[in-house]
C-alpha cells in the first residue's frame, strides 16, 4: 500500500465501534494501529459527546475519556465550507464537511437513510464497515 487511506467515519460507526463491536471496531482498531489515516472535526466529536451522554447516558468523565483517546490517533481538521446536502438531518453534512477538508479517500458510515443512500460525494465514495474491511484487506492482499 502506497498511502495511507484516509478515512472519515461517521459518528454511528464511532458509536458502534466503542460501544457493540463487529466490524466498525475493527476499523477504529486499524486507525489506532496507524494502519489508515482516520480525520474527524470538532463537530463530529461534539455530536459523538451528545449521543453517548443522550443515548447511553454516560457520564462526562466518560465521554472526556473517550474523546481524549480518538483525538490520540485521529487528525482533526476544521473544515472551511459549510454544506447544507442532507437538509433532514445537518449533523450528516458535518461528515460531509470533514471528509472533503481532509481529502478523504472513504467516508465509512452506518446511516442508511442519508449517508449510504449518497453512495458517493464529490468523488469520495460512502460505504460501511464491511465493505471497507472487504475495500482494506483486497489492498493489502
Same mark, same amino acid.
Given at each position: 500500500?502506497?498511502?495511507?487511506?484516509?478515512?472519515?467515519?461517521?459518528?454511528?460507526?464511532?458509536?458502534?465501534?466503542?460501544?457493540?463491536?463487529?466490524?466498525?471496531?475493527?476499523?477504529? =482498531?486499524?486507525?489506532?494501529? +496507524?494502519?489508515?489515516?482516520?480525520?474527524?472535526? +470538532?463537530? %463530529?466529536?461534539?455530536?459523538?459527546?451528545?449521543?453517548?451522554?443522550? +443515548?447511553?447516558?454516560?457520564? =462526562?468523565? =466518560?465521554?472526556?475519556?473517550?474523546?481524549?483517546?480518538?483525538?490520540?490517533?485521529?487528525? %482533526?481538521?476544521?473544515?472551511? +465550507?459549510?454544506?447544507?446536502?442532507?437538509?433532514?438531518?445537518?449533523?450528516?453534512?458535518?461528515?460531509? &464537511?470533514?471528509?472533503? =477538508?481532509?481529502?478523504?479517500?472513504?467516508?465509512?458510515?452506518?446511516?442508511?437513510?442519508?449517508?449510504?443512500?449518497?453512495?458517493?460525494?464529490?468523488?469520495?465514495?460512502? %460505504?460501511?464497515?464491511? &465493505?471497507?474491511?472487504?475495500?482494506?484487506?483486497?489492498?493489502?492482499?
Amino acid at each position: 500500500m502506497s498511502h495511507k487511506l484516509r478515512i472519515v467515519f461517521d459518528t454511528n460507526i464511532f458509536i458502534s465501534a466503542i460501544i457493540f463491536g463487529g466490524n466498525p471496531r475493527k476499523c477504529l =482498531e486499524f486507525a489506532r494501529n +496507524k494502519k489508515i489515516q482516520l480525520f474527524t472535526s +470538532k463537530a %463530529i466529536l461534539l455530536e459523538l459527546a451528545e449521543k453517548l451522554s443522550d +443515548k447511553f447516558f454516560w457520564n =462526562e468523565v =466518560e465521554i472526556k475519556d473517550v474523546i481524549q483517546g480518538i483525538t490520540v490517533f485521529t487528525a %482533526i481538521v476544521s473544515p472551511s +465550507k459549510e454544506l447544507g446536502i442532507i437538509p433532514e438531518d445537518p449533523d450528516d453534512n458535518r461528515i460531509l &464537511e470533514c471528509a472533503l =477538508e481532509a481529502g478523504a479517500d472513504f467516508i465509512v458510515s452506518g446511516d442508511k437513510k442519508h449517508l449510504l443512500s449518497l453512495k458517493s460525494f464529490r468523488k469520495i465514495p460512502i %460505504i460501511s464497515a464491511k &465493505e471497507f474491511l472487504d475495500v482494506f484487506y483486497n489492498q493489502i492482499t
